[in-house]
Protein backbone atom coordinates (compact mmCIF):
# COMPACT_ATOMS: atom_id res chain seq x y z
CA UNK A 1 0.00 0.00 0.00
CA UNK A 2 2.82 2.35 1.09
CA UNK A 3 4.72 1.96 -2.73
CA UNK A 4 0.94 2.54 -4.42
CA UNK A 5 0.85 5.32 -2.45
CA UNK A 6 4.09 6.65 -3.66
CA UNK A 7 3.67 6.13 -6.75
CA UNK A 8 0.66 7.99 -6.84
CA UNK A 9 1.80 11.08 -4.79
CA UNK A 10 4.32 11.07 -7.62
CA UNK A 11 2.11 10.81 -10.94
CA UNK A 12 0.04 13.94 -8.96
CA UNK A 13 3.82 15.83 -8.64
CA UNK A 14 4.50 15.65 -12.18
CA UNK A 15 1.19 16.06 -13.34
CA UNK A 16 0.02 19.22 -11.28
CA UNK A 17 0.13 21.63 -13.58
CA UNK A 18 -1.91 19.81 -15.96
CA UNK A 19 -4.75 19.21 -12.65
CA UNK A 20 -4.35 23.53 -12.25
CA UNK A 21 -5.26 23.93 -15.79
CA UNK A 22 -7.92 21.14 -15.67
CA UNK A 23 -9.03 22.99 -12.93
CA UNK A 24 -8.54 26.95 -14.40
CA UNK A 25 -10.92 25.43 -17.47
CA UNK A 26 -13.38 24.03 -15.49
CA UNK A 27 -13.71 27.84 -13.59
CA UNK A 28 -14.09 29.06 -17.75
CA UNK A 29 -16.70 26.67 -18.28
CA UNK A 30 -18.65 27.76 -15.32
CA UNK A 31 -18.58 31.53 -16.52
CA UNK A 32 -19.29 30.39 -19.72
CA UNK A 33 -22.86 29.03 -18.56
CA UNK A 34 -23.30 31.44 -15.89
CA UNK A 35 -22.27 34.58 -17.84
CA UNK A 36 -23.50 34.24 -21.17
CA UNK A 37 -23.42 37.99 -22.18
CA UNK A 38 -19.99 37.48 -21.85
CA UNK A 39 -18.74 33.82 -23.24
CA UNK A 40 -17.01 34.91 -25.73
CA UNK A 41 -14.16 35.78 -23.10
CA UNK A 42 -13.87 32.77 -21.29
CA UNK A 43 -14.07 30.68 -24.59
CA UNK A 44 -11.05 31.90 -25.95
CA UNK A 45 -9.21 31.83 -22.81
CA UNK A 46 -9.83 28.17 -22.59
CA UNK A 47 -8.49 27.47 -26.02
CA UNK A 48 -6.01 29.91 -25.62
CA UNK A 49 -4.67 28.31 -22.26
CA UNK A 50 -4.51 24.61 -24.41
CA UNK A 51 -2.15 26.18 -26.43
CA UNK A 52 -0.02 27.46 -24.02
CA UNK A 53 0.15 24.06 -21.99
CA UNK A 54 0.65 22.38 -24.52
CA UNK A 55 3.54 23.83 -26.17
CA UNK A 56 5.20 23.32 -22.72
CA UNK A 57 4.02 19.81 -21.81
CA UNK A 58 4.22 18.31 -25.62
CA UNK A 59 1.62 15.64 -24.83
CA UNK A 60 1.94 12.12 -26.76
CA UNK A 61 -0.69 12.21 -29.47
CA UNK A 62 -3.15 10.15 -27.86
CA UNK A 63 -3.50 12.09 -24.56
CA UNK A 64 -3.68 15.06 -26.94
CA UNK A 65 -6.39 13.72 -29.41
CA UNK A 66 -8.55 12.82 -25.82
CA UNK A 67 -7.77 16.46 -24.45
CA UNK A 68 -8.55 18.10 -27.38
CA UNK A 69 -11.83 16.00 -28.46
CA UNK A 70 -12.70 16.73 -24.55
CA UNK A 71 -11.90 20.69 -24.67
CA UNK A 72 -14.07 20.36 -28.13
CA UNK A 73 -16.77 18.70 -26.56
CA UNK A 74 -17.24 21.22 -22.84
CA UNK A 75 -17.08 24.43 -25.03
CA UNK A 76 -19.37 23.32 -27.70
CA UNK A 77 -21.87 21.83 -25.19
CA UNK A 78 -22.34 25.06 -23.31
CA UNK A 79 -23.00 26.82 -26.67
CA UNK A 80 -25.05 24.01 -27.52
CA UNK A 81 -26.91 24.58 -24.90
CA UNK A 82 -27.18 27.86 -25.13
CA UNK A 83 -28.21 27.87 -28.95
CA UNK A 84 -30.67 25.39 -27.49
CA UNK A 85 -32.40 27.86 -24.93
CA UNK A 86 -32.17 30.68 -27.64
CA UNK A 87 -29.91 32.80 -26.20
CA UNK A 88 -26.95 32.41 -28.74
CA UNK A 89 -27.21 32.00 -32.44
CA UNK A 90 -26.27 28.86 -34.65
CA UNK A 91 -23.58 30.29 -36.45
CA UNK A 92 -21.87 30.83 -33.16
CA UNK A 93 -21.37 27.08 -32.44
CA UNK A 94 -19.62 26.86 -36.07
CA UNK A 95 -16.09 28.48 -34.14
CA UNK A 96 -15.65 25.64 -31.79
CA UNK A 97 -14.96 23.02 -34.95
CA UNK A 98 -12.67 25.64 -36.64
CA UNK A 99 -10.91 26.71 -33.76
CA UNK A 100 -10.30 23.03 -32.97
CA UNK A 101 -8.51 22.35 -36.68
CA UNK A 102 -6.75 25.33 -36.04
CA UNK A 103 -5.56 24.10 -32.87
CA UNK A 104 -4.86 20.48 -34.54
CA UNK A 105 -3.04 21.89 -37.41
CA UNK A 106 -0.81 23.57 -34.93
CA UNK A 107 -0.13 20.23 -33.15
CA UNK A 108 0.90 18.81 -36.80
CA UNK A 109 3.82 21.34 -37.32
CA UNK A 110 4.78 21.11 -33.81
CA UNK A 111 5.23 17.43 -33.80
CA UNK A 112 6.95 17.59 -37.16
CA UNK A 113 9.17 20.13 -35.72
CA UNK A 114 10.33 18.07 -33.14
CA UNK A 115 10.55 14.28 -34.99
CA UNK A 116 12.60 16.85 -37.19
CA UNK A 117 14.87 17.67 -34.06
CA UNK A 118 15.19 14.04 -32.86
CA UNK A 119 16.38 13.19 -35.98
CA UNK A 120 19.18 15.87 -36.00
CA UNK A 121 19.74 14.83 -32.77
CA UNK A 122 19.94 11.32 -33.71
CA UNK A 123 22.44 11.88 -36.87
CA UNK A 124 24.69 14.22 -35.07
CA UNK A 125 24.98 11.38 -32.07
CA UNK A 126 25.34 9.03 -34.87
CA UNK A 127 28.52 11.06 -36.94
CA UNK A 128 30.04 11.80 -33.18
CA UNK A 129 30.56 8.40 -33.05
CA UNK A 130 31.64 7.08 -36.17
CA UNK A 131 34.05 10.14 -35.98
CA UNK A 132 35.35 8.69 -32.68
CA UNK A 133 35.70 5.09 -34.05
CA UNK A 134 37.25 5.74 -36.97
CA UNK A 135 39.84 7.78 -35.06
CA UNK A 136 39.89 5.25 -33.11
CA UNK A 137 40.69 2.54 -35.19
CA UNK A 138 43.23 4.72 -37.24
CA UNK A 139 45.26 5.07 -34.38
CA UNK A 140 47.10 1.54 -34.61
CA UNK A 141 47.91 0.98 -38.51
CA UNK A 142 49.02 4.72 -38.94
CA UNK A 143 51.61 4.22 -35.73
CA UNK A 144 52.80 0.90 -37.21
CA UNK A 145 53.07 2.59 -40.69
CA UNK A 146 54.90 5.46 -38.82
CA UNK A 147 57.83 3.00 -36.83
CA UNK A 148 58.20 1.21 -40.52
CA UNK A 149 58.63 4.64 -41.94
CA UNK A 150 61.44 5.50 -39.64
CA UNK A 151 63.20 2.25 -39.79
CA UNK A 152 63.74 2.60 -43.22
CA UNK A 153 64.68 6.12 -42.85
CA UNK A 154 67.36 5.35 -40.39
CA UNK A 155 68.97 2.27 -42.08
CA UNK A 156 68.34 3.99 -46.12
CA UNK A 157 71.87 4.42 -47.40
CA UNK A 158 70.58 6.51 -50.43
CA UNK A 159 70.28 9.28 -49.07
CA UNK A 160 67.08 10.20 -51.52
CA UNK A 161 65.59 7.43 -50.31
CA UNK A 162 66.02 8.71 -46.60
CA UNK A 163 64.44 11.93 -47.39
CA UNK A 164 61.96 10.32 -49.12
CA UNK A 165 60.92 8.00 -45.92
CA UNK A 166 61.08 11.51 -44.20
CA UNK A 167 58.43 13.01 -45.90
CA UNK A 168 56.17 10.04 -45.36
CA UNK A 169 56.97 10.05 -42.07
CA UNK A 170 55.89 13.81 -41.19
CA UNK A 171 52.86 12.90 -43.16
CA UNK A 172 52.37 10.22 -41.20
CA UNK A 173 52.78 12.17 -38.01
CA UNK A 174 50.37 14.79 -39.03
CA UNK A 175 47.80 12.21 -39.76
CA UNK A 176 48.16 10.79 -36.34
CA UNK A 177 47.78 13.89 -34.58
CA UNK A 178 44.63 14.71 -36.72
CA UNK A 179 43.22 11.67 -35.58
CA UNK A 180 44.04 12.18 -31.89
CA UNK A 181 42.84 15.74 -31.89
CA UNK A 182 39.07 14.54 -33.69
CA UNK A 183 38.84 11.81 -31.11
CA UNK A 184 39.19 14.33 -28.30
CA UNK A 185 36.50 16.41 -29.70
CA UNK A 186 34.44 13.35 -30.63
CA UNK A 187 34.59 12.68 -26.84
CA UNK A 188 33.93 15.77 -25.53
CA UNK A 189 30.05 15.34 -24.85
CA UNK A 190 30.53 12.11 -23.31
CA UNK A 191 29.28 11.28 -19.79
CA UNK A 192 33.10 10.52 -18.77
CA UNK A 193 35.11 12.91 -20.70
CA UNK A 194 35.86 14.89 -16.82
CA UNK A 195 37.23 13.46 -13.74
CA UNK A 196 36.50 16.59 -11.83
CA UNK A 197 38.33 17.54 -8.95
CA UNK A 198 39.37 21.07 -7.29
CA UNK A 199 42.84 22.54 -9.09
CA UNK A 200 44.57 25.38 -8.34
CA UNK A 201 44.85 27.70 -11.69
CA UNK A 202 48.04 28.95 -10.60
CA UNK A 203 50.17 26.12 -10.18
CA UNK A 204 48.89 24.83 -12.97
CA UNK A 205 50.23 28.16 -15.38
CA UNK A 206 53.28 27.02 -14.06
CA UNK A 207 53.42 23.65 -14.79
CA UNK A 208 52.25 24.85 -18.68
CA UNK A 209 54.87 27.24 -18.28
CA UNK A 210 57.78 24.51 -17.53
CA UNK A 211 56.63 22.52 -20.05
CA UNK A 212 56.89 25.10 -22.72
CA UNK A 213 60.05 26.83 -21.29
CA UNK A 214 62.69 25.19 -23.37
CA UNK A 215 61.20 26.70 -26.71
CA UNK A 216 62.87 29.56 -28.21
CA UNK A 217 60.91 32.61 -27.26
CA UNK A 218 60.70 35.00 -24.82
CA UNK A 219 58.36 33.75 -21.41
CA UNK A 220 56.82 35.95 -18.60
CA UNK A 221 53.90 34.65 -16.30
CA UNK A 222 51.22 37.24 -14.57
CA UNK A 223 49.38 35.22 -11.91
CA UNK A 224 46.77 36.91 -9.89
CA UNK A 225 44.90 36.20 -6.42
CA UNK A 226 44.77 32.28 -5.94
CA UNK A 227 41.66 30.45 -7.26
CA UNK A 228 40.42 27.15 -7.34
CA UNK A 229 38.46 25.90 -10.16
CA UNK A 230 36.25 22.34 -10.19
CA UNK A 231 37.82 21.12 -13.13
CA UNK A 232 39.92 17.83 -14.84
CA UNK A 233 43.53 19.04 -14.34
CA UNK A 234 44.27 16.62 -17.29
CA UNK A 235 42.27 18.55 -19.67
CA UNK A 236 42.83 22.08 -18.93
CA UNK A 237 46.28 21.17 -19.05
CA UNK A 238 45.85 19.72 -22.39
CA UNK A 239 43.98 23.34 -23.11
CA UNK A 240 46.64 25.48 -21.97
CA UNK A 241 48.64 23.74 -24.24
CA UNK A 242 46.66 24.04 -27.01
CA UNK A 243 46.64 27.96 -26.55
CA UNK A 244 50.57 27.98 -25.77
CA UNK A 245 51.04 25.77 -29.21
CA UNK A 246 48.76 28.06 -31.08
CA UNK A 247 51.07 31.09 -29.90
CA UNK A 248 54.69 29.26 -30.42
CA UNK A 249 54.07 28.11 -34.20
CA UNK A 250 52.61 31.66 -35.19
CA UNK A 251 55.41 33.80 -33.29
CA UNK A 252 59.03 34.28 -34.27
CA UNK A 253 61.60 33.23 -31.39
CA UNK A 254 62.41 36.63 -30.75
CA UNK A 255 58.54 36.84 -30.11
CA UNK A 256 56.96 37.48 -26.47
CA UNK A 257 54.80 34.81 -25.44
CA UNK A 258 53.03 35.21 -21.18
CA UNK A 259 50.45 33.56 -19.68
CA UNK A 260 48.32 35.03 -16.93
CA UNK A 261 45.45 34.27 -14.78
CA UNK A 262 42.95 36.79 -13.03
CA UNK A 263 39.39 37.11 -11.40
CA UNK A 264 36.65 38.29 -13.33
CA UNK A 265 33.69 38.58 -10.67
CA UNK A 266 33.12 34.91 -9.95
CA UNK A 267 34.80 33.49 -12.87
CA UNK A 268 38.56 32.35 -13.21
CA UNK A 269 40.30 33.66 -16.77
CA UNK A 270 43.40 31.90 -17.47
CA UNK A 271 44.76 33.52 -20.27
CA UNK A 272 47.86 33.29 -23.47
CA UNK A 273 49.38 36.38 -24.59
CA UNK A 274 51.60 36.72 -27.82
CA UNK A 275 53.16 39.25 -29.97
CA UNK A 276 52.32 38.14 -33.28
CA UNK A 277 50.93 40.01 -36.16
CA UNK A 278 47.40 39.12 -34.81
CA UNK A 279 44.15 38.45 -36.30
CA UNK A 280 41.47 40.72 -38.80
CA UNK A 281 38.24 41.47 -36.54
CA UNK A 282 36.07 39.76 -39.14
CA UNK A 283 37.61 36.15 -38.43
CA UNK A 284 37.45 36.73 -34.33
CA UNK A 285 34.16 35.10 -34.73
CA UNK A 286 35.21 31.78 -36.14
CA UNK A 287 38.51 31.43 -34.80
CA UNK A 288 37.37 28.49 -32.48
CA UNK A 289 35.68 26.45 -34.73
CA UNK A 290 37.09 23.70 -36.20
CA UNK A 291 39.46 23.61 -38.87
CA UNK A 292 39.33 27.19 -39.04
CA UNK A 293 42.05 29.19 -40.40
CA UNK A 294 42.88 33.05 -40.82
CA UNK A 295 45.18 32.31 -44.00
CA UNK A 296 43.95 29.32 -45.71
CA UNK A 297 47.22 29.47 -48.26
CA UNK A 298 49.61 29.55 -44.93
CA UNK A 299 51.89 26.22 -45.13
CA UNK A 300 50.66 23.39 -43.18
CA UNK A 301 53.54 22.77 -40.84
CA UNK A 302 52.66 26.80 -39.11
CA UNK A 303 49.19 26.62 -40.01
CA UNK A 304 48.32 22.68 -38.40
CA UNK A 305 45.50 21.12 -38.75
CA UNK A 306 42.99 24.14 -37.72
CA UNK A 307 41.80 21.62 -34.62
CA UNK A 308 43.68 23.17 -31.34
CA UNK A 309 41.67 26.12 -30.47
CA UNK A 310 38.60 23.94 -30.95
CA UNK A 311 39.67 20.95 -28.52
CA UNK A 312 40.22 24.41 -26.14
CA UNK A 313 36.27 25.70 -26.45
CA UNK A 314 35.49 22.17 -26.25
CA UNK A 315 37.04 21.66 -22.95
CA UNK A 316 36.19 24.76 -21.21
CA UNK A 317 32.54 24.26 -22.46
CA UNK A 318 32.83 20.89 -20.89
CA UNK A 319 33.48 22.64 -17.52
CA UNK A 320 30.93 24.88 -18.09
CA UNK A 321 33.23 27.53 -18.91
CA UNK A 322 33.61 29.58 -22.35
CA UNK A 323 36.07 31.18 -24.62
CA UNK A 324 36.84 34.43 -26.15
CA UNK A 325 39.67 36.04 -28.18
CA UNK A 326 40.90 39.78 -28.45
CA UNK A 327 43.66 40.89 -31.14
CA UNK A 328 44.93 43.80 -32.45
CA UNK A 329 46.46 43.48 -36.10
CA UNK A 330 49.85 44.16 -35.77
CA UNK A 331 50.54 43.88 -32.14
CA UNK A 332 49.33 40.47 -31.59
CA UNK A 333 46.71 38.35 -29.36
CA UNK A 334 45.24 37.39 -26.22
CA UNK A 335 43.18 34.06 -26.05
CA UNK A 336 41.20 33.27 -22.50
CA UNK A 337 39.35 30.61 -21.04
CA UNK A 338 37.01 31.94 -18.39
CA UNK A 339 35.76 28.94 -16.10
CA UNK A 340 33.75 29.19 -12.54
CA UNK A 341 35.33 29.60 -9.52
CA UNK A 342 35.31 26.68 -6.99
CA UNK A 343 35.09 27.50 -3.50
CA UNK A 344 36.23 23.99 -2.87
CA UNK A 345 39.42 23.27 -1.30
CA UNK A 346 42.68 21.66 -3.01
CA UNK A 347 42.49 18.19 -1.76
CA UNK A 348 45.14 16.37 0.17
CA UNK A 349 48.39 14.34 -1.91
CA UNK A 350 46.92 10.58 -2.68
CA UNK A 351 46.05 8.49 -5.31
CA UNK A 352 44.10 9.59 -8.12
CA UNK A 353 41.71 7.32 -9.85
CA UNK A 354 41.39 7.86 -13.79
CA UNK A 355 38.67 7.18 -16.14
CA UNK A 356 39.65 6.74 -20.20
CA UNK A 357 40.65 9.50 -21.55
CA UNK A 358 41.77 10.52 -25.05
CA UNK A 359 45.26 10.61 -25.76
CA UNK A 360 47.10 14.08 -25.19
CA UNK A 361 47.26 15.80 -28.17
CA UNK A 362 51.11 16.27 -29.96
CA UNK A 363 51.89 19.35 -30.32
CA UNK A 364 52.49 20.47 -34.07
CA UNK A 365 56.57 20.83 -35.51
CA UNK A 366 58.12 24.46 -34.98
CA UNK A 367 60.16 25.81 -36.81
CA UNK A 368 62.62 28.09 -34.71
CA UNK A 369 61.69 31.31 -37.19
CA UNK A 370 58.00 30.58 -37.79
CA UNK A 371 56.51 33.43 -39.73
CA UNK A 372 54.78 36.00 -36.43
CA UNK A 373 50.80 35.81 -36.42
CA UNK A 374 48.16 34.28 -34.41
CA UNK A 375 45.43 32.00 -35.62
CA UNK A 376 44.70 27.88 -35.09
Known amino acids: ?20 WV ?76 IAMMFLVMVWHGRRRLAAMAENLRLLE ?6 QDASHELGTPITVALGHTQ ?9 LIAADARVVADELSRLRRLATRLLLLASAGSPDFLDLAPVEVNPLMVEALDR ?54 TSVVLGVADSGDGIPAGELRRIFDRFARV ?43 VLPQSMARQPGPGPRRRQAQPARIEPEPTEPAAAPSTQP
Not at 49 to 62: A, N, P
Not at 72 to 93: D, F, H, K, P, R
Not at 126 to 131: H, N, P, S
Not at 307 to 336: D, N, P, Q, Y
Open 212 to 265: WRQTPRRWSQRLGAEAIVLADRDQLALALDALIENAVAHTGVDGRIELSTHLEG
Open 1 to 20: MTIRRRRALGRLRSSWVDIA
Open 295 to 337: DAHRNRKAGGVGLGLAIVKAIAEAHHGSVRAHSTVGKGSLFEV
Open 23 to 98: IFVGLNLAAMRLLPAWQTVPFLIIWVSLTVIYGFRMWRLQPTIMTLAAVTVATGGVIGVQVLQGQEEGEYLVEVPL
Open 126 to 131: QQRRFI
Open 151 to 159: LIEQAATDP
